[in-house]
């Protein structure tokens, strides 16, 4: 694109006529949708113009990663309270929550060697939630595997071995998203598997599709009577690596060590704002994120992206000058990433008895452009919010489409009639997701702006109409 | 998003069977999409496992820029002749155009100085059809405007200034084609207005919204009855620094070194390459980018992605062994950028008589996600392209909107039946427009090989079915 298009200049008044002829003609026809479509255009214009959710995410992700029981994440919890008194909320507090406390250590490495030859390094990092090493780290030979089926299928074989878990995942998918659902399972039940059958260690191919040795954690699960082994991501180039050594040597093995462990729980928090509703305050809609994330990176893809824009979608509301009908409120979760304590807590919380719950949106996929939501309701409420497709055309996230939620919001699922995920264009975000890659170099501040728009349009939408 | 999905296994059969049934259904109601659906899923699925868009990529820009009549732009044209004959096209040829021949020269810079106190540097560069300086630069007072009308308005007092363009896109629109399109008429023509009052130079702020100083070019025309002078963008940054000099100090003046000049015009060449129809071989679907790209990066968004695009759709058709019915030709023009010589010599070229296009789609947006396309045409044929958005669906490209076309396609608008624009999620193209920013690391492979599969669709879809 590059020749010249004539300058606007010239041509305002015109286009003011045609516009108030347009208005006219739907005022006319009783468009219900015009007037929610220029708040959606108001929200637009702010929010483009002042980009509040990247400063607000800069802030955010400046005080370092914010791993469930860490310091950290103690500060960001005050900080996102600040934040949403600011955004304009009518009431903001928190409602404790008890934790698990992992902490990484300072050693994670791993290094491959075949007998006779110099051994190799592997770019490595502990999966959450994984044993530690003693100091001298463990050394074992190595046995590759698909998945979980396979590891089982060998059963003895196994003993005594570091099983490595090797599955890409399968990027001829066009949803990142559903080619991540059919490879995380080695990384979440892998290690269990592996330590049942007797394994010493574990490593799992990173869950991503970029093409760098960049390893990507997350958290493994030991049931309670399988002992806790070491487990740990391995960077795909490594994985690569390890795998043709694998297939042209004959004993294979790898030295690991690792410092990570498990701490006791501590308190916690998710922290709750709300603009209450100006004729049914007991209609609840949450605009649902987690302040926790990964310690790699900072997480502002996974999950600050969502944090800022539940802030942001909060401010643009009160910014546009919108009183809700219903309560709008923020619920910013705590450790989702190893262990859902903050969304179930929200659930259990006994005041939840006497609110009305009647709609939840997740933003956990990255402050990326928003396509449009996804949506899990009974088919009356489906197509209420489907016919509001319009209202979102101008920011191009108009799709609504059937399934949605998130995990912090699938505690709540029982208790209230609309689960909904603010669904965005994915194709970069496993580059990032739970890697040092994680950070808000990566947010592109209009993208990130524009979901908060979104939000902030379906919450006015639910919060004025209902469903 | 992290907690673990369940992974697929055991669940295939299931899907299978459920597969079997919806085509047996669909097969039964006739539905005329579902052959093209999964055509479309094939070519996705060959698309994403090969990312043949990337590789192509990579190769065409570490040959460097490719300014119009430069050395690299004519060995870009030479690899892209074999990379249309490997793609599988039935014939490759190329015809010759005259294109200009600016060059930049090596000096490009210029400092503001306030007396008294000591000169800054501002980031800037030449912008294309800008005439050079001599060796000892210029130098001359400066009047900051915001428009062309502005300037003009101001008569007699330019004369002997430099005259500064300081329009910003306005980036409280969503749409940043339509922020560009408000303010490149400063780039554009505001030279050739300001050498009309007698102004000895002139800087432009660049167009972007992104947040660094790095200056954009593009080109700059002038009149034949007006003396050519220097023209340069300014870094944003820069040209807020000048901005807020010129505010608050009495006399302000720059300094400026340009080594531009236009040499003799050269030829050069469109390339040209076809999959012969095999029902209406004189049908013609053109797929349209451009070759030339501006030469402070190295033209990876503008246009080599919609080079490569159009190269990959073709061996994509070929693969999935889509035998199209109508000529799907690609046509890679050269001088998009400063003279449109590529788009007027097809157009013009005497054996276009004896052929009937059906259709013409540009994709000069750059290799970012698709979200579909724009189309002129005449209704009914607009209706038929609008029927065919649920084949795009799976892709996440099926907006079709009115309004299409591109530049390098615009001469042949009378001759042709569909003007079509891939249209692609635009949010940081204009972070790398024109500048040192626009290189291959700033595209995303499986983003840029979404593209292609999007164009291949469509050309199908026209080939096959008509309009």
Redesign the interface.
């Known amino acids: 694109?590059?020749?010249?298009?004539?300058?606007?200049?010239g041509k305002t008044m015109k286009r003011i006529a045609l516009a108030l002829v347009f208005i006219a003609q739907a005022l006319a026809a009783g468009d219900p949708g015009l007037q929610y479509r220029e708040l959606v255009q108001r929200m637009?214009?702010?929010g483009?113009?002042s980009l509040g959710a990247f400063s607000a995410l800069s802030d955010l992700t400046a005080g370092g990663p914010r791993l469930s029981g860490s310091e950290q994440s103690s500060r960001a919890i005050e900080s996102l309270q600040d934040a949403l008194k600011s955004s304009g909320c009518d009431s903001v507090w928190t409602e404790p929550v008890m934790v698990p406390h992992w902490v990484r250590g300072r050693v994670e490495r791993a290094r491959v060697s075949v007998s006779g030859r110099k051994s190799i390094a592997l770019s490595m990092c502990a999966l959450g939630g994984s044993g530690g090493t003693s100091p001298r780290g463990i050394v074992a030979d190595v046995i590759e595997v698909h998945?979980?089926?396979e590891a089982k299928a060998l059963g003895e074989a196994v003993r005594g071995k570091i099983v490595f878990y090797n599955r890409p995942m399968d990027?001829?998918?066009?949803s990142?998203?559903e080619a991540?659902?059919?490879?995380?399972?080695?990384?979440?039940?892998g290690a269990n598997m592996a330590s049942r059958l007797g394994a010493v260690g574990v490593l799992v191919r990173s869950m991503t599709?970029s093409g760098d040795d960049v390893p990507h954690t997350?958290?493994t699960?030991f049931d309670d009577s399988v002992k806790i082994i070491p487990a740990a991501a391995l960077g795909c180039r490594s994985a690569d690596k390890l795998s043709e050594i694998l297939h042209s040597s004959k004993r294979v093995r790898v030295a690991m060590r690792l410092d990570c462990r498990t701490l006791p729980d501590v308190e916690s928090a998710n922290v709750i704002g709300e603009i209450r509703g100006s004729e049914f305050p007991k209609d609840i809609i949450v605009l649902a994120a987690h302040t926790d994330s990964?310690d790699k990176g900072t997480g502002a893809h996974?999950d600050g992206a969502g944090c800022v824009h539940v802030v942001e979608a909060l401010r643009l509301l009160k910014h546009a000058d919108i009183h809700p009908k219903r309560t709008v409120r923020a619920v910013l979760y705590i450790n989702?990433?190893?262990g859902?304590k903050g969304g179930q807590a929200y659930a259990a919380e006994p005041r939840r008895k006497n609110e009305h719950h009647i709609a939840a949106i997740e933003t956990?996929?990255g402050g990326f452009?928003p396509?449009g939501f996804g949506v899990s309701t009974d088919s009356l409420a489906f197509e209420t919010i489907k016919s509001w497709s319009s209202i979102f055309e101008?920011?191009?996230a108009d799709?609504i489409r059937k399934g949605g939620g998130g995990?912090d919001i699938s505690p709540l699922s029982a208790q209230c009639k609309a689960m909904i995920s603010l669904n965005v264009?994915g194709?970069?975000?496993f580059?990032y997701?739970?890697s040092a890659n994680d950070t808000v170099d990566k947010v592109?501040p209009?993208?990130l702006e524009?979901g908060a728009i979104a939000l902030a349009g379906l919450a006015m939408m639910i919060a004025q109409e209902g469903i």
């Open positions: 694109m590059s020749q010249e298009q004539k300058p606007a200049e637009t214009k702010d483009l113009s998945s979980i089926d990027r001829s998918k066009f990142p998203g991540y659902g059919g490879a995380v399972g080695q990384r979440g039940s599709m997350g958290s699960h990964w996974d989702e990433e190893n859902l956990d996929a452009t396509r101008s920011i191009g799709r995990a264009d194709q970069r975000y580059d997701h739970h592109h209009r993208e524009l």
